[in-house]
């Protein structure tokens, strides 16, 4: 079986437009019905909203979003306003805020204590391709845990560097509680640097 990888010389959000190009792709020549994307502020979520829009298939996709937890950047903020999730919503998004699956409570025992927690050495591993598989693998499981994304069936997950999105995945979810079930099928898009 032959595939082809998009390769981005950078990685950051100038990426953006060509990986939802790509995305938009693979999904009009395939049968996942599901996209887990990683949006703080929500934007790089409408954004494909309306990519599947003129494609005239988002009504057979479901996109969920991810943002950061409250607290991230700020106490008791989140970094999405309630406007932008309200926005989203009507485009039939559901945006889920949470734990990180790849910090959770250890990051808050390696920032007390030093050390690094088993789940932030999964993190790392995966930053090794890049950040944004790293987020791409994070957020199915934060969003196969709440529900959102359906385990045992293959998704199509975006994620980025900070901001915007230079990373796409198709993958089967799991839970957190059986995280090595997760199967990473195809790299469909990563920044090479
Ligand atoms: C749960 C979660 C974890 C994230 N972790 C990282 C990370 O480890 N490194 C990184 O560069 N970006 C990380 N991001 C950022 C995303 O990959 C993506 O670039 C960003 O959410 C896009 O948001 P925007 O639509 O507001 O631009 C994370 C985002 C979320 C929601």
Known sequence: MKKDINYFEKPGKENTDELMNIVKEKLLNSDIKYVAIA?????????????LKEANIEDKITIVN???HSGFREKNQLEITSKMRK????????????????????RGISNKFGGVTPVELIA??????????KVCAEISIMLADAGLIPIGEQILAIGGRANGSDSAVILT???MTNVFDMRIHEILAMPRD
């Open 66 to 68: 991810a943002t950061h």
């Open 39 to 51: 949006s703080v502020s929500g934007e790089t979520a409408f954004k494909l909203a309306n990519v």
């Open 87 to 106: 926005k989203l919503e009507d485009r039939g998004i559901i945006t889920f805020s949470g734990s990180h699956a790849f910090s959770g409570v250890g």
């Open 173 to 175: 979810p799991a839970n």
């Open 124 to 133: 790392e591993t995966f930053r090794m391709f890049s950040q944004g598989i």
